[in-house]
């Protein structure tokens, strides 16, 4: 269902705590922390690129989480 969206001019919000779907089905990707917006992206950038809090890259990375 979500990735027959895709194709849509319509947004739509996922929330999940599972790195991979987040990856597989976002173009932009926000990570919130304690209730606090971490660091926002797009998707690929955030999963491979440089990051602007090392928080970020130790929850992407199975630190911590």
Known sequence: LVTGVQTCA????????LVQQ???LADRTAFF???ELVE??????LF???VKDQ?????????FG
């Open 48 to 50: 491979t690129g440089s």
């Open 55 to 63: 928080r970020t890259r130790d929850y992407v990375e199975g630190r």
């Open 22 to 24: 987040a990856r597989r």
């Open 33 to 35: 922390l304690e209730s």
């Open 10 to 17: 319509l947004p739509i919000l996922l929330v999940t705590n």
């Open 40 to 45: 926002i992206a797009d998707t690929e950038e």
